[in-house]
């Protein structure tokens, strides 16, 4: 990486030619861009993680998820398909290392967010969702440095109880990035926090004139929309006792075989429900504060 530089006339002519070229190549595909975030699950500790997430950009519409929930909702359709039609549920292997179920869609046009996330309702996972107008006070600054063999500009943000430092690029005429972020003259290649929670950072982007990549995620899902503070209230809750939609089963159901798995459906729920639980209680440390 180079070291930072301010901007001189030069650097700044280049780059609105070279923003010129590539507005013309970039207006008309689409787009899948993926980063790589390292994060901290947990405050006050050294601990960090990594994983993969994708945003789909189509025009002025985007979706951004964690990569892993691509395969987590292969296998919930093939648990609910066989369900429905032997009876027997998956056994499915807990290898699938999902750190992030949110799924964010963003309007660029009239800047609303639409935040997903997942809940167990029974045997039919339920998305719940809430939309927000999401303004961004950018602040740019003149300090342009070479990411990801992108030339960048550096932007600060103060959102969600974090101070962000943003490097975006003309060269690439998105005005989108990972999570929540977006507005700005570019693409965002890297943002983390000023203490290095979050830090997410381009690994790479395909762009495509047809929409071969942009594939409908988690469309077999039914959505339940909701005000934010109702979502936070029955995610708090779910958090605390994810299996709760069993909760009024009979005794004689409980302690009933679960098909294709050979163990009471009453152990099977607890384990379930523990390995839920587990996950969450490992994660205090949120992206917003």
């Known amino acids: 990486m180079e070291k930072n530089k301010c901007f001189t006339s030069g650097n700044k002519f280049l780059l609105i030619i070279f923003s010129m070229i ?5 207006a008309q595909n689409m787009y899948q861009v993926q980063y790589i975030l390292t994060f901290k699950p947990q405050q006050n500790s050294t601990l960090e993680k990594s994983c993969l997430m994708t945003l789909y950009v189509h025009g002025l519409n985007s979706t951004f998820f964690d990569n892993e929930m691509l395969k987590a909702d292969s296998i919930l359709t093939s648990s609910k398909n066989k369900f429905e039609q032997s009876g027997e549920i998956l056994d499915y292997d807990t290898d699938i290392d999902v750190n992030f179920t949110f799924v964010i869609n963003k309007n660029l046009e009239n800047k609303n967010i639409i935040y997903m996330d997942h809940i167990l309702n029974g045997l039919n996972p339920l998305m719940i969702a809430y939309q927000e107008p999401v303004e961004l006070e950018w602040k740019l600054t003149n300090e342009i440095s070479t990411e990801q063999n992108y030339i960048c500009q550096k ?57 071969s990549f942009i594939t409908p995620i988690f469309s077999n899902q039914k959505i339940k929309f909701m005000s934010k503070q109702e979502f936070e209230n029955v995610f708090a809750t779910y958090t605390k006792n994810p299996m709760q939609a069993f909760n009024e089963l009979s005794e004689e159901v409980l302690d009933s075989y679960v098909p294709g798995i050979n ?7 607890k384990t379930q429900g523990d390995i839920i639980k587990n996950k969450y209680s490992s994660s205090t440390n949120l992206i917003e504060l």
């Open 155 to 211: 932007a600060n943000l103060q959102y969600g109880g974090r101070n962000w430092i943003a490097w975006f690029t003309t060269q690439i005429p998105i005005q989108d990035g990972p999570y929540k972020f977006h507005g700005l003259p570019g693409l965002i290649v890297k943002i983390h926090d000023n203490e290095f929670n979050y830090n997410w950072e381009l690994e790479k982007i395909q762009s495509n004139k047809s929409n």
């Open 263 to 269: 163990v009471k459906l009453r152990e099977y729920i």
């Open 22 to 26: 590539t507005s013309i190549l970039f």
